[in-house]
């Protein structure tokens, strides 16, 4: 197995084109040709979890923050990440991250949170939008099915629960090839009207090459017309937090005891608490601040994340409990996402966690 085995794995899961414009998810060091020995799961990326992947006769650790953010003008090993970088390419070590990324994807790390907790009827809170397009074909009619078939296969006709989603309407379509042409209908020079099918169908804007390709390989045509239009419409299975339901209705201190037992929290900072029963509860790994106003629009009584600054924990405005469990903690068990999916593509290859707590911040 090769790195890009296990990049391509990954991608497929959490598509790298979902990262945000200032994230720096994939294969940050390596060869992508590189052999696989072991492959070691972490959050950060620190000189002692490089110690550990040598121990442990890894050389590839997958991370979920990337080990570089921003562009390195030297490496002279003066700071963290730069003694990372020496380190990790003496030692022919590779290092692949998935963050934000993963962040989005309907089972990714707020999924995660979710099912940690036990909620149901979850749903990805603040969905992505200008993610989906739309894409009209023009077929003969006998080949109407072949075509969505392949289309569907590719990726395209997800709406929510349902796949296979299509439109079709039937009409003429007219052309004329010049001498060049060898015509699947009609004759060269001659104007000709075939009876087709107008497919439309959706897909997220990822998957555009998939889709066009796919199109064209079943496609009878030497020239197949097809229009793409982009689309407003919110990616509802993916896009930033979660939010759902317990089964049962908790009282607010007990529930906030066993969110610091569960995800092994030092201290969690919260606003007053409202005296009320919680049942819908809001989440979000890693930073999510951002998002308290769409957790209270959506009727969420609590919302768990991490890095809240002073002044914003006044915008719950006794409409909801923020419970700011830490960046760290609320990400924790994103190292588990990548071992189900690894293990399962992977079954026989050593596949470990880290040891190592990176989490840079201690509770006194």
């Known amino acids: 197995m090769q790195v890009k085995d296990v990049a391509r794995a990954i991608e497929q899961f959490a598509p790298l084109q979902f990262q945000e414009s200032y994230d720096n998810a994939g294969l940050c060091i390596g060869n992508p040709d590189s052999e696989v020995t072991g492959i070691l799961?972490?959050?950060?990326?620190?000189e002692a979890v490089l110690d550990e992947a040598l121990a442990k006769n890894c050389n590839l650790i997958v991370s979920h923050h990337p080990l570089i953010f921003s562009g390195l003008k030297k490496i002279s090993g003066k700071t963290m990440v730069e003694r990372c970088v020496i380190k990790a390419i003496q030692n022919n070590l590779s290092i692949y991250s998935a963050h934000t990324n993963i962040d989005v994807v309907s089972r990714g790390v707020s999924y995660k949170l979710c099912e940690k907790l036990g909620l149901i009827n979850c749903r990805v809170l603040s969905p992505l939008k200008g993610e989906l397009q739309k894409l009209a074909t023009f077929v003969p009619k006998e080949y109407a099915e072949k075509v969505r078939d392949a289309l569907f296969k590719a990726g395209a006709g997800n709406i929510g629960n349902y796949d296979s989603c299509s439109f079709s309407q039937s009409g003429k379509g007219s052309f004329r090839g010049n001498e060049k042409t060898i015509p699947f209908a009609g004759e060269k020079g001659k104007l000709h009207f075939e009876d087709e099918i107008r497919i439309e169908t959706i897909f997220p804007k990822y998957l555009q090459n998939n889709i066009i390709d796919a199109l064209k390989n079943v496609h009878p045509y030497e020239e197949v017309a097809y229009d793409l239009y982009p689309l407003d419409n919110s990616f509802e299975i993916a896009g930033m937090g979660m939010i759902g339901e317990l089964p049962e209705n908790a009282e607010e201190i007990n529930f906030l005891k066993k969110i610091k037992e569960l995800f092994s929290v030092g201290c969690i900072?919260?606003?007053?608490?409202?005296?009320?029963p919680v049942k819908k509860i809001a989440v979000c790994g890693g930073s999510g601040s951002n998002l308290l106003n769409v957790a209270i629009h959506?009727?969420?009584?609590?919302?768990?994340?991490?890095?809240?600054?002073?002044h914003q924990f006044f915008e719950a405005d006794g409409k909801i409990v923020i419970a700011d469990i830490g960046h760290y903690e609320s990400e924790y068990f994103t190292k588990e996402i990548f071992y189900d999916l690894l293990i399962k593509i992977f079954p026989k290859f050593a596949v470990h966690f880290s040891n190592i707590n990176t989490n840079p911040i201690n509770y006194y």
Do not use: P, S, V
């Open 269 to 276: 900072r919260h606003t007053n608490l409202r005296g009320k």
């Open 41 to 46: 799961l972490t959050i950060d990326i620190t």
């Open 298 to 310: 959506k009727g969420a009584d609590l919302f768990i994340t991490g890095d809240f600054k002073y």
